[in-house]
């Protein structure tokens, strides 16, 4: 008896498991075919699902010099990177700060909840202030605006999330660096941040996902030279003709990284996306 | 403690903390206060290049009055409520049969995610394929099997509920993911009990894992109703807004506003409307989830 309600819900796992892994690889797998199918597939009624031939003619055309995705990736990298850099270090310094701060003052934990706001109000309403202290700094279509731009929202993120591992850490050992002599800054660099480098993994994968897909603030601050790729693809909506071909190949582009993130760094993703939410 | 009386510590933890403040005073707090200023003023870049007077609340009176506007706060209103209760009851399906520890279960995990980690412009673009009335992979299906889909993103009908359709796909990983972690934090003696009572697998999830997840629920209901609220990038690139203004949500209407017609004052009231309405819903979700996971786990 028992044995029968066990395979039966082992069925119904199997099935419902398998359902989603299916609705969610199946676009993905559309999107790649997509990206390496001949322009005459597409037009064939019905098109043809698979690639009668495979083309990487549109890879080939956007990494051209006519294509200028290059130009466009290597923005996006360049931004990411800084993003992640800067957030990260002064994101953890703030957050080792308050840590500290607020087992004493009740008034840091103030500014903690008042860094945790900027994850929950409308990025929109950034977008002309924003741009408007751009001009001023004659900062429009630069890599700097949209660097310092994400930065904003994610040094909030790293603090938030960098403040529960450093509550975390034994004071013992805070202290047995005094005890040595060891100045704030020796102790941060040599005891402190060792011990958190899980917590520093987290903070810099969540912020380069983050800035590698950021979109809205980007778009408005970007026209031609600063635009990064999620901007990119964005352009290809208004032609109204089919432009799949390059569109899918654009689109894998910025995926792929993301992707190989997620694959291989799963365990911080993890702990990054549900920190806050869930303790431990 | 020790803190208190050490000024040179206090000193350089203070310059830890400097950086950080400027940062945020310079590209959060002035642009904010900047668009406050702005939505009590009139400026509209079609008529002159810089603010022209105070006109009290008259921004906000017009919003209040604007078809378009009230239009789009009830369409991000169904957005929010039919994407968020989808994404919580879809994602604690999905999570309680993918616990588990053999290889296919989390092969199965790592591939969920994925939906999580792509920009949200490349899934719009994904879907703008998939859902395509002539030579989209879902209509093709549909063909397959006899039926002859709607113009999915294209008809004013169907529009809203593919984009909210979209967001699902995309955003259910993210209560998964947040379920799973509360799964793995109920106690074990919670389970040894109810196998002790002889509970079987219906009566251990309706007696201890759902009231346990309750507060969990809280967390995910918190995160996603805001982002729902401030959808935009997946609309933008599939549907902007139309067609007419059927998925026209509160966000689009406030970038149209702003990047298309220069009502920069008109934007900016509209967009603090936003703000208050989504941090009031924010601030009172966190407390109400405190108390109730202090009801449900204790202090």
């Known amino acids: 008896m028992l044995k029968v309600r066990i395979s039966y819900f082992n069925l119904l796992r199997f099935l419902i498991v398998f359902f989603a892994v299916l609705t969610v690889l199946v676009p993905f797998c559309y999107l790649f075919l997509n990206s390496i199918k001949l322009e005459r597939d597409f037009r064939t ?11 990487f003619e549109y890879y080939r055309e956007a990494f051209s010099k006519s294509g200028k995705i290059s130009n466009y990736l290597m923005n996006s990298v360049l931004v990411t990177s800084a993003v992640v850099l800067i957030s990260v270090f002064i994101g953890s310094l703030a957050a080792y700060s308050l840590s500290r701060f607020r087992k004493v003052y009740r008034f840091f934990s103030l500014i903690v909840y008042v860094i945790l706001l900027v994850r929950f109000y409308p990025k929109v309403v950034m977008i002309i202030p924003y741009f408007i202290l751009m001009k001023n700094l004659m900062l429009l279509d630069r890599l700097l605006a949209v660097i310092i731009a994400h930065v904003s929202i994610g040094m909030p993120f790293v603090v938030w999330l960098m403040i529960g591992f450093f509550d975390e850490i034994p004071k013992e050992l805070e ?33 380069a996902i983050l800035s590698w897909n ?50 291989f760094t799963q365990k911080y993703l993890v702990r990054g996306l549900t920190f806050g939410a869930v303790k431990g | 403690m020790l803190l208190k009386k050490n000024w040179q510590e206090k000193r350089t933890l203070f310059t830890f903390l400097l950086p950080a403040i400027l940062i945020l005073l310079v590209s959060q707090a002035y642009p904010i206060l900047y668009s406050l200023s702005i939505s009590f003023r009139q400026w509209a870049l079609a008529e002159s290049l810089k603010p022209k007077g105070f006109v009290g609340f008259n921004n906000y009176i017009k919003a209040f009055k604007d078809p378009i506007f009230l239009n789009a706060i009830r369409i991000s209103f169904v957005f929010c409520i039919v994407a968020t209760s989808f994404e919580i009851i879809l994602g604690f399906i999905i999570a309680y ?48 099997i006899g039926i002859q889909g709607p113009n999915w993103l294209g008809a004013p009908g169907s529009a809203l509920f593919s ?30 009990a109810a196998k002790v009572d002889g509970a079987g697998r ?59 017609y220069f009502n920069i004052s008109y934007a900016s009231a509209t967009s603090w409307i936003l703000s208050i ?16 996971q202090t009801k449900m786990w204790g202090a």
């Open chain 1, 45 to 55: 009624i019905p098109p043809k699902l698979i690639p009668s031939e495979i083309t």
């Open chain 1, 175 to 207: 202290e047995s660096g005094m005890i040595d002599g060891c100045g704030p800054w020796k102790r941060f660099i040599k005891i402190i941040l060792p011990v958190t480098l899980p917590g520093i993994a987290t903070a810099a994968i969540m912020t």
């Open chain 1, 214 to 263: 950021e979109f809205l603030i980007a778009s408005s601050v970007v026209s031609v030279n600063a635009k990064t790729l999620p901007i990119l693809i964005s352009g290809y909506i208004s032609d109204k003709g089919i432009n799949w071909g390059p569109m899918s190949a654009v689109s894998s582009v910025v995926i792929l990284p993301m992707f190989l993130f997620a694959l």
């Open chain 2, 97 to 144: 049969f993918t616990v588990g520890e053999n290889f296919f279960l989390r092969l199965s995990r790592t591939i969920l995610i994925l939906p999580m980690v792509i920009a949200p412009v490349a899934n719009g673009t994904i879907w703008r394929m998939m859902l395509n009335s002539q030579s989209g992979l879902i209509n093709q299906l549909l063909r397959f």
């Open chain 2, 163 to 192: 984009v909210i359709a979209i967001d699902i796909w995309q955003w259910t990983p993210f209560a998964m993911v947040v379920f799973l972690a509360g799964f793995s934090i109920i106690p074990n003696e919670l389970y040894d």
């Open chain 2, 202 to 260: 219906l009566k251990t999830l309706r007696y201890i894992i759902i009231p346990y997840i309750i507060p969990i629920g809280f967390i995910v209901l918190l995160f996603r109703l805001v982002d729902t609220l401030l959808v935009i990038d997946a609309i933008y690139t599939t549907t902007f807004g139309g067609p007419g203004f059927s998925t026209n949500v509160i966000t689009l209407f406030i970038y149209w506003q702003a990047l298309r």
């Open chain 2, 277 to 292: 309405f989504t941090l009031l819903i924010a601030l009172s979700l966190m407390r109400f989830q405190k108390r109730v």
